[in-house]
Nanobody, 128 residues
Framework: QVQLVESGGGLVQAGGSLRLSCAAS????????MGWFRQAPGKEREFVAY????????YYADSVKGRFTISRDNAKNTLYLQMNGLKPEDTALYYC?????????????????????WGQGTQVTVSS
């Protein structure tokens, strides 16, 4: 089992920045690919960003590319999402997720089915 706890959400004005954190426990964090998703009220959960277990190349939804950065600190068992240039349409509950298969790169990384473990979410609200 992997336990994930997000933090860092809040209320920010358009154009501002936030950094989300996701603390992982229960298994060797460095062995698992990680992702960020978000869900706005009345909408489906959507992919935001992905980082493989090995680090290296990262992947982003077109809507956040150039504004958000995903990173991981394996020594701290923590995943991050740096969000700059926030827009009102970024308002959502943000979730981190872990792929349950050791050292796998899933071609379905932008789909919720590629992940076995989820945090409870942290709310991000961007005012105009």
């Amino acid at each position: 089992q992997v336990q994930l706890v997000e933090s860092g959400g809040g209320l920010v004005q358009a154009g501002g920045s936030l950094r989300l954190s996701c603390a992982a426990s229960g298994r060797t964090f460095s062995n698992y690919a990680m992702g960020w998703f978000r869900q706005a009220p009345g909408k489906e959960r959507e992919f935001v960003a992905y980082i493989p277990w090995s680090g290296g190349s990262t992947y982003y939804a077109d809507s956040v590319k150039g504004r958000f950065t995903i990173s991981r600190d394996n020594a701290k068992n923590t995943l991050y999402l740096q969000m700059n240039g926030l827009k009102p349409e970024d308002t959502a509950l943000y979730y981190c997720a872990a792929d349950g298969v050791v050292r796998r790169f899933s071609s379905l990384f932008n789909r919720t089915l590629a992940y076995d473990y989820w945090g409870q979410g942290t709310q991000v609200t961007v005012s105009s």
